[in-house]
């Protein structure tokens, strides 16, 4: 009886595997199909929590049911788009064919540059889960880039996942990728983004000291805005400066029939600048303008009379980008200055002055410098 007994066993055992096996089937079958049901949030934590525990298992199949049902669900495109893409080259089924143009918004998304979803949920459960799946995915890759040929496609996506972007994009713009899908779409990108000038503002304030025959004007404040444009290290700006107070000495002051002694200075510019950036390291440049506006001085408190002058400049800045995305910058400006000649009929006021200015501004289309400068490296 005993090995009776033992046989049936022996019998019962596989059984109950095959029954266990089929009921976990049953359940993960039950999960993706209620995915489409939830909200896209609960939707895509469940997607990060188990779709590690899917590739450790080493099932392809049921990877791609994953992403699937999460697509379905409303999920975030990007997360979604990577694991479609290191699963087909775990599974040796990569093709272009699995994204179109729009994979360079998802990559650009992924370095931080384009905009984040928001997954609707802000819990430390959640905000752990993501973090847990992003260092997941970074392995994954990592794990996957010695297997794939060198100088490929697939290579840069492993280079990009696994947390190596500066030498993924490099990868991008060699010629090792030169008539590749993914190259073209990066190349109509970078064309799209040439005709993009970015605008930037600034306040700026500082003193102005000038010499020679304009040193009795005696030194002042000034305080101003910036408006410009850039366009790669080239940039133009429309420069409105004040600089009030009064002079160490009075002046003769004279336009025509009307005349008066006067000690007020009351300077305004209004001037065009255009330069050029050089790199220095990292988010510091050094930049090299000349300028010409209009220098104005109202001397005369209840006359309008204005004794208006050309205005010539050079000069250099200290360039600093601020933030993550470079929105923010701080410039530091030396600048000579030469004012030609007014008042011609009373005192001279006019001669060359020294400036130094701090500005402090913000660049409106930062995400696109950023992206130029991650597309060309």
């Not at 370095?111 to 430390?124: K, L, M, N, S, T």
């Not at 190259?183 to 064309?191: A, G, V």
């Not at 220098?295 to 309008?304: F, G, H, Q, S, T």
Request: hydrophobic share 45%.
């Amino acid at each position: 009886m005993k090995p009776a007994g033992r046989g049936k066993t022996m019998i019962c055992l596989p059984a109950l595997l095959l029954a266990g096996l089929a009921l976990a089937q049953a359940a993960r079958a039950d999960l993706i199909d209620n995915m489409p049901d939830l909200d896209p949030a609960d939707a895509t934590y469940l997607a990060m929590q188990t779709i590690p525990r899917v590739v450790y298992a080493d099932r392809p199949d049921s990877l791609l049911d994953w992403l699937n049902a999460w697509e379905a669900a409303d999920g975030p495109a990007e997360p979604i788009m990577r694991l479609r893409i290191l699963g087909a080259i775990w599974d040796g089924a990569f093709d272009e064919g699995l994204y179109g143009r729009g994979i360079i918004d998802l990559l650009l998304q992924f370095c931080g540059v384009g905009h984040a979803p928001d997954h609707g949920r802000q819990d430390e459960i959640f905000r752990t889960a993501t973090r847990d799946f992003e260092a997941f995915s970074r392995s994954f890759a990592d794990q996957l880039l010695p297997h794939v040929p060198a100088g490929s496609v697939e290579e840069f996506f492993c280079l990009m996942y696994s947390g190596r972007q500066d030498r993924a994009w490099k990868l991008l713009a060699s010629d090792e990728l030169r008539g590749t899908r993914l190259r073209s779409y990066r190349d109509r990108r970078l064309r799209d983004l040439e005709h993009v000038m970015p605008v930037f503002l600034a306040v700026e304030g500082g003193s102005w000291s000038p010499f020679n025959r304009y040193a009795f004007t005696g030194d002042h404040a000034l305080a101003g805005l910036q408006m410009g444009v850039r366009k790669g290290p080239w940039f133009g700006r429309l420069v409105m400066e004040m600089r009030l107070g009064r002079t160490e000495q009075g002046y003769l002051a004279r336009s025509g029939d009307i005349q008066g002694v006067s000690d007020r200075f009351n300077a305004a510019l209004v001037g065009l600048e255009f330069g050029r950036s050089v790199p220095l390291s990292g988010a510091l440049s050094l930049e090299g303008f000349g300028g010409v506006g209009l220098d104005a001085v109202k001397p005369l408190k209840d006359e309008d009379v204005f004794l208006n002058a050309l205005h010539l400049d050079l000069g250099g800045s200290l360039h600093l980008d601020l933030g993550s995305h470079r929105k923010w910058f701080l410039a530091a400006t030396a600048r000579r200055e030469w004012i030609r000649p007014r008042n011609t009929e009373g005192t001279p006021l006019w001669g060359d002055a020294w400036s130094a200015r701090l500005a402090v501004g913000v660049n409106l289309e930062s995400a696109a410098t950023e992206q130029l400068a991650l597309l060309s490296p």
